[in-house]
């Protein structure tokens, strides 16, 4: 059996990229897989987080594990800060990982921007927990969207260090899933940069929460180019000079499981308006009931509550004896 480990970070605005690019699969990854779901709520606070928000949003995250079909019997749904071992093993990878591996991740400096030294430190060591989280289970196997990547490199590299160092072949080489083509969904304002739940404008996401009179506008309002629809021919352009055409019929193609070449074939040539109308039924069809179930559980906190509660147990369960063998394997007086 295949262990499975991902994590969502509660910090609002949950998206299509999340539910395509991960979530999604949680639910398809479950049968025959033993699953871990996390909410990383401690790697939220990396960046400031009103308390109050946060809370809700750990809810949040819960919900939509839920509704998308993760089923928190079979599986272990619960959020990072109630399981010490992941900010215990934090500690030891953080004495493992070298400093120019840090310096070298894309998504520190995109995050940290300009003001780098302004940073928090835990921005700066977010991938080593990332790394922790995943370890402390020996998961094996890690759901997520093309952007973190780089992170499940450094997961690779430091239990390989940590293996080396220590003489033992104690944590796996983890393998990333990157599983199909909407790993990398893209904002609908701009198909150059990636569907985010910080990108100031609403419109350029939609919200897994968005009822269908705002999903249809939002894709009504997606930039697109004045060209028909890509029907595959050299004339119809590529993804690198339509990447909004593209990034619709990806995402269509996403929602009703077909390939971008099936989608080329049902809709090149067409106009978009037209196209962009089977894009809003399909994602309509498709998030209308999901955000419903989310609204649903939001409404019951008590039961959300529950469900994590007893992934938290189950997960203890799991991590406290590999941390107590780390801590044996690093010297440390037990
Ligand atoms: P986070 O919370 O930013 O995103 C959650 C998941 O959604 C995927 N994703 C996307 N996929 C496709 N298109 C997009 N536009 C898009 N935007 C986000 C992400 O790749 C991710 O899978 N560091 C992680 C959370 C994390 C984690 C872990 C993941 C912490 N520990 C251990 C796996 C294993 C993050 O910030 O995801």
Known sequence: MTRIF????????????????????????QDGNDCLYCVVDMHAITVWQDPAELKKN???????????????????????????????????FNCVARM????????????????????????????????????????????????????????????????????????????P????????????????????????????????????????????????????????????GTRENRPEAFNLMEIFGALTDQTIADVQRDYGGQQFSAFKRAVTEVAVEKLGPMGLEMQRLMADPGYVDSVLAGGVKRAKEIAGPILDDVYRIVGFLR
């Not at 609908?188 to 609403?202: I, V």
């Not at 004045?226 to 004339?235: A, L, M, W």
């Open 6 to 29: 991902s994590g969502v970070q509660p910090t609002g605005n949950l998206h299509l990229g999340n539910y395509l690019g991960a979530i999604r699969n949680f639910a398809r990854l």
């Open 58 to 92: 750990t809810r949040e995250v819960t919900a939509a594990f839920l509704a998308a079909g993760v089923d928190p019997i079979d599986n272990i749904v619960f959020n990072q800060s109630q399981v010490p071992q992941h900010a215990e093993l934090a500690w030891i």
């Open 100 to 175: 120019g591996w840090l310096n070298r991740m894309t998504q520190f400096k995109e995050k940290a921007g300009k003001h780098r030294e302004n940073a928090s430190v835990g921005l700066y060591v977010y991938p080593n927990l990332m790394a922790a989280d995943i370890l402390a289970y020996k998961a094996t196997h890690v759901p997520v969207g093309e952007d973190q990547k780089q992170h499940l490199e450094l997961t690779r590299d430091v239990a390989q260090k940590f293996n080396n160092d220590f003489g033992e072949e104690f944590f796996p080489i983890v393998e």
């Open 177 to 236: 899933l990157i599983l199909d083509s909407a790993a990398r969904v893209m904002s609908l304002r701009d198909g150059t940069k990636k569907m985010s739940k910080s990108d100031e404008s609403d419109y350029s996401r939609i919200n897994l929460t968005d009822d269908p009179e705002t999903i249809e506008l939002k894709i009504r309002k997606a930039r697109t180019d004045p060209d028909p629809v890509p029907d595959g021919s050299p004339e119809g």
